[in-house]
C-alpha cells in the first residue's frame, strides 16, 4: 500500500523547490540594486534539473510504486507548480510593495548600459524600440512580467520534469537497487 500520493510527494518537493525558484527570480529581481545578482541566475538555473532530479528520485526511493514513468512526469509537474506558486508569492509581494516600477526600471538600465557601450551604434534601431516602448508605456506591468515568467516556468518545468521521469525510469533498475540496499 502506497505511504502517500504523489500529490502529497509533489507538495511537500514543492517547499524546497519554491525556495530555489525564489532564489532565481530573486537574482533577477535585485539586479537592479546587486549588480552580480544576475550573475549568480546562471549557475542556480543550470543546477535546477540537478535539484529536480534529486527531487523525483527521492519520491521513486520512498515510493517505489511511483517508479513509473508517468508517476514521476505528474509529480514533477506538480512540483515545479507548487514552487512556482511559492515563488510567485514572495516575487509579487517584492514587485508589489517594495519595487513597483520595477520593468520600467530594468529596461531604463538596460538602455543607458546599451548607450554606453562602445558597440551602441550597432544596436540603435534596438534602442530607438526600447525608447518608443516606454515613451508608450506599453512595457508590461510587474505582475505582467511575473506571470510570464510563471507560465514560462511551469512549462520548462514540465518538459525538464519528462526527461528527468524517462532517465530515472530508464536507469530503475539502479533505483531498485538502491532501494533494496
Not at 502506497?2 to 525556495?19: D, M, N, R
Not at 508517476?71 to 514587485?95: A, D, E, H, P
Not at 508589489?96 to 543607458?112: D, R
Request: charged share 10%; net charge neutral.
Amino acid at each position: 500500500m502506497q505511504k502517500k500520493s504523489i500529490y502529497t510527494y509533489a507538495a511537500e518537493a514543492g517547499l524546497p523547490t519554491g525556495i530555489y525558484l525564489t532564489l532565481m527570480s530573486a537574482c533577477v529581481l535585485l539586479s537592479l540594486q546587486i549588480p552580480i545578482t544576475p550573475m549568480l541566475f546562471v549557475p542556480l538555473a543550470l543546477g535546477f534539473p540537478v535539484f529536480i532530479w534529486f527531487l523525483l528520485k527521492n519520491i521513486a526511493k520512498a515510493e517505489p510504486t511511483y517508479l513509473k514513468f508517468s508517476s514521476l512526469w505528474l509529480g514533477g509537474i506538480y512540483t515545479v507548480i507548487f514552487g512556482t506558486l511559492i515563488c510567485m508569492l514572495f516575487s509579487s509581494l517584492y514587485v508589489v510593495f517594495i519595487e513597483p516600477g520595477f520593468v520600467q526600471k530594468y529596461v531604463a538600465n538596460a538602455l543607458s548600459a546599451i548607450e554606453t557601450s562602445p558597440y551602441a551604434s550597432e544596436y540603435e534601431t534596438t534602442m530607438i524600440l526600447m525608447r518608443e516602448a516606454m515613451d508608450a508605456h506599453i512595457l508590461p506591468t510587474g505582475m505582467e512580467f511575473l506571470m510570464t515568467m510563471a507560465w514560462f516556468t511551469c512549462f520548462a518545468g514540465s518538459l525538464l520534469s519528462l526527461f528527468i521521469a524517462l532517465i530515472i525510469t530508464k536507469n530503475g533498475k539502479k533505483v531498485s537497487e538502491e532501494i533494496s540496499a
